[in-house]
Nanobody
Framework: QVQLVESGGGLVQAGGSLRLSCAAS????????IAWFRQAPGKEREFVAA????????YIADAVKGRFTISRHNAKNTVYLQMNSLEPEDTAVYYC????????????????????WGQGTHVTVSS
């Protein structure tokens, strides 16, 4: 089992940037693919980005492509979500999640793929 803790959320003005971190503990972090999902008030949880266990492959949702990037530092057991040019529509709780297998983008964007979830970190973007 792997435990995940998100941090880095907060309040930012539109056009600003935030970097979220996902710190993992437990089993070997480098064995897991990691993804970020988000859930805005009154909306369903949606996929944001995913990164393979080695960091060699990433998938980014169309809604954030060109603004968000995902990366990982396996020696630090941490995955990052760099969010630039933030928009009010990015306001949500952001969740970090882990899967023990990797697949095509159509699979990695599905919640059922992921067995372990963090508690989430709040991001609020003001207009």
């Amino acid at each position: 089992q792997v435990q995940l803790v998100e941090s880095g959320g907060g309040l930012v003005q539109a056009g600003g940037s935030l970097r979220l971190s996902c710190a993992a503990s437990g089993r070997t972090f480098s064995n897991y693919a990691i993804a970020w999902f988000r859930q805005a008030p009154g909306k369903e949880r949606e996929f944001v980005a995913a990164i393979s266990s080695s960091g060699g492959t990433t998938y980014i949702a169309d809604a954030v492509k060109g603004r968000f990037t995902i990366s990982r530092h396996n020696a630090k057991n941490t995955v990052y979500l760099q969010m630039n040019s933030l928009e009010p529509e990015d306001t949500a709780v952001y969740y970090c999640t882990a899967a023990n297998t990797w697949g095509l983008a159509a699979t990695m964007c599905r919640q059922y793929k992921y067995a372990y979830w963090g508690q989430g970190t709040h991001v609020t973007v003001s207009s």
